[in-house]
């Protein structure tokens, strides 16, 4: 690993320095392709890594881990589309553990600036930048990138392997590949004659692959356009393979009981699960303790009658305790200060100053698939089958668990039970190759019972923030804030990779520095809450918690200046970046938004920008009889290029829903170390009877392609909070909301 920390070290540095250190470093190495992982046999034949064709038919990969957001369907669609086949005639496939599928966009997301002010050229640095993604095994699927980094790369892949297979055809019939086309997985000839691409396979594969331009879009037949999901008979049917539904020949099953204060172990006394019926083996994992049993149930049955004496904690014991460490990160210096316009020291003369400060939980993931892997260990070889988001980083943790070389490693990927950034973590599949060692040549599925998962997530860290504003003649003229946190990417990197990311933290204030707003003077400081937490990537990151941060603050400013909340917005949006203020327009219209409600209605708009994406939301919410119900939302959202518009509009209302459940019931808390929350009951979520009835507008105006999994979630809570403060007149500023009003339960 230590070669990866070097790298580590080197690409994640944030700053013009540290950024063309990490595009000079290895030039050649970085560029140069990345190995074929396909191995075909006899009559197959792998074109490239992501179209093999046997007699079958064509199989594509779509290596991004397909948790739900329809990843699998487009990134296929971009294939077909240039491949010229439907995807009813073909069969899609996740793909190994290879470097060919490292995920070119994500590197390029550490570049500094805005975003939304990225030129053409810094697109470019950051596609270079990106293939460093190859080098470091980035085959991750997160961020809100799948699209960003599929768009080009697929479809070069689609018309790189038509071409081959023209290039096959024009040779064995000794005319000029230019005169053939393609249609329905067939090479024509003028004449009308037809050679399936199945026939043609083994003869291109021989051949170098013919480099092959794009189609136009003005020539697209399924990209940018619904189509039916590829996995939507499988889980529609229960034949869909998730981690938890992986069955072998012999397999047994296990269960794990670690640290509830994520520390080590004094002592632990397995005599009575020793005696239990069923119970195979008790392992002692050093830092916690595994069962495997004849099935999973025996398995966490007899965890509980274990005895274990656990350490303390090493960050502090209470909720208290641990906000009281991060708000002491206000007296350091700050990590960031990634914008600083104007001066934010200066209250101009006879402007109206307001101040405020807010505060979110930590957070749990909550996946509806409970943490699992299958693992089989032989001593020479290991195979495990899992939900992950990160299959090279869990090739190569598990490689180091049981003694072996990555390559001797392979990474089964399933689909997955809800991810959220949960399943980029290596922990559960590590614990599984640990127990497999245990038990050589016997498949062993290790499942965590909830109240494991809930006591060992890598959460969502809890903030504060803190702001002061000034508005004059009804304009925002400052707005100066600081964000104290715990850094997700230091701690994750770190997991990863073995190095923390230094230099300044983008994550740790993203959806805050980057708001698109003109106001004159606009400082957003970053400070880093150094604690033994356990924190990690949550749907959105960052803008999860300054989206709810800075736009409530945005909307007192507002209040303040006695302007609509959305006309004011508006306003400052329309002077940075017109993208923006096209999203909140379109909103305002979809919604009928007048800024006046009648008694017993609430409205409330939220506005951010995240991962490339502006999102503009309005929550509307009723008082029936003292219980309050979230009834209607609107979003507009702008992806510059919706490549399935269904799957966009999907993506934005289950991002909004994720961020309404963090926001009326969401909260992680510490009582002893321990994480407090068990189960659902204790960690609830919006259901169908409380979901508002959402209406969606995909815009397609920015210039460049963005994501659509994660920017739905952080405006969701500001519009929930400025439509109950519309509503009843009371401004909360710490969420969840349902320790403030009476919510729909």
Known sequence: ??????IARRTFLIGSAAIVGGVAFGAYYVSRPAPNPLKPTEGEAALNPFVLIDRQGVTLFAPRAEMGQGVRTTWAALIAEELD???????????????????????????????????????????????????????????S?????????????????RETLKEAAARQLGVARQTL??????VITPDGTEIAYVDLAVAAAALDPVKADVRPSTEWRLVGKSQPRVDMVGKCTGTAEFGIDVRLDGMKFASVRMSPQRSGMTRFDASAAEQMQGVQKVIDLGTGVAIVANNTWIAMQALDSLDIEWEDAAYPPETEQIFARIASAFDADPNSEMRDDGDVETIPTGATEISAEYRVPYLAHATMEPMTATALFSGTRFDIWCGTQAPIFVQRHCAEAVGLEPAAVDVHTTYLGGGFGRRGEMDFAVLAARVSREM?????????????????????????????????DGKAVLLDGGIATQSCTQQTMARWM?????????????????????????????????????????????????????DSFVDEMAHAAERDPLDFRLEIAKAEWGPAATCLETVRDMSGWTGKTPDGIGRGVGFTYSFGTPVAQVIEVVDEDGTIRINKAW?????????????????????????????????????????????????????????????????????????AGEPGTPPSMPALGNALFDLTGTRVRELPFSKSFDLLI
């Open 181 to 186: 086309r393609t249609a329905d997985g067939k």
């Open 85 to 143: 086949v439907e995807l009813d005639q073909v069969r899609v496939l996740h793909g190994p553990a290879a470097a060919a599928y490292y995920n070119s966009a994500m590197i390029g997301e550490v570049l500094p600036g805005k975003g939304y002010d990225r030129s053409n050229f810094m697109h470019s640095v950051a596609e270079t930048l990106g293939k460093v993604g190859k080098v470091i095994g980035m085959q991750v699927t997160g961020g």
């Open 635 to 707: 979003i507009a959202c702008d992806v510059g290029i919706a490549l399935d518009r269904s799957i966009v509009e999907a993506q934005m209302i289950g991002g909004m829903i994720y961020g309404l459940s963090a926001a009326c019931f969401g909260e992680i808390t510490f009582a002893g170390g321990e994480v407090e929350q068990m189960n659902f009951p204790d960690y609830d979520a919006i259901r169908m009877h409380t979901a508002p009835v959402t209406e969606v507008a995909v815009l397609e105006n920015k210039r460049h392609i963005s994501g």
């Open 1 to 6: 690993m230590a070669s990866i920390g070097k």
């Open 498 to 550: 073995g190095a923390p990311a230094a230099g300044p933290d983008k994550g740790t204030v993203d959806g805050a520095f980057n708001a698109p707003y003109a106001i004159p003077n606009f400082r957003i400081r970053g400070y880093l809450a150094d604690m033994a937490v356990p924190v990690g990537f949550w749907r959105s990151v960052g803008a999860s918690i300054n989206g709810f941060l800075l």
């Open 145 to 161: 990138t799948s699209m960003v980094d599929g768009f080009e790369r697929m479809r070069a892949a689609g018309a790189s392997a």
């Open 440 to 472: 050589p040549n016997v498949p062993v599925q290790l499942t965590w019972s909830r109240e494991e998962d809930m006591q060992h997530d890598f959460y969502r860290p809890g903030a504060i923030g803190r702001f002061k504003g000034a508005v004059q």
